[in-house]
């Protein structure tokens, strides 16, 4: 099994695991590039930036896709459980090991875990305490909230 996931600097574990709450809400692509460059351009000015970790989709669909029941279960169960490995993550969950490994991986692409390598072994850690999903209806985003199941 073969991770693509780019190892997190040792700094940014530490800041991570400084923050508590992951936001993760819905926006369109021009609303995405319009919030960067903003911040973008306030810290050029040296000017204070809202420093919350947020996820962000650009349709209900993407998210609920992405964050189904299965997927927040194995979130909670490795907060909760704090899994040595990924096999250990799998037997907790009673899952597959090779489906628990690509839903790991594509929750470390997101921000949504990271892995802590220690020899052959990767423990996945979710570094948040509270996730909170904002849901916005706004015609911006390109759905419509009848969209969301």
């Known amino acids: 099994m073969n991770d693509t ?10 800041q991570l695991r400084a923050e508590s709450t992951l936001v993760v809400t ?3 692509s021009s609303e ?7 911040e973008i351009a306030a810290l050029e000015r040296s000017e204070a930036v809202e420093s919350t ?3 962000s989709f650009t349709s209900y669909d993407d998210l609920m896709k992405t964050l189904t029941a299965r997927v927040l279960d194995l979130i909670e169960t490795i907060r909760q ?3 040595a490995s990924i096999n250990e993550t ?3 969950v009673d899952r597959d ?4 490994h690509e839903e790991l991986s594509q929750l470390a692409q997101l921000g949504i875990i990271f892995f802590e390598e220690a020899g052959q072994r990767k423990r996945p850690v979710v570094w948040f305490d509270e996730l909170v999903i904002n849901l916005p209806f706004d015609p911006e985003t390109g ?3 009848a969209s969301a199941p």
């Open 81 to 83: 459980e704090e899994p």
């Open 26 to 28: 819905v926006k369109s």
């Open 32 to 38: 995405f590039y319009n919030d960067v460059t903003d």
């Open 5 to 14: 996931t780019p190892p997190l600097h040792p700094m940014e574990r530490e």
């Open 143 to 145: 759905d419509r909230a």
């Open 53 to 55: 970790p947020t996820l």
């Open 90 to 92: 799998a037997r907790v």
């Open 97 to 100: 090991v090779k489906n628990v």
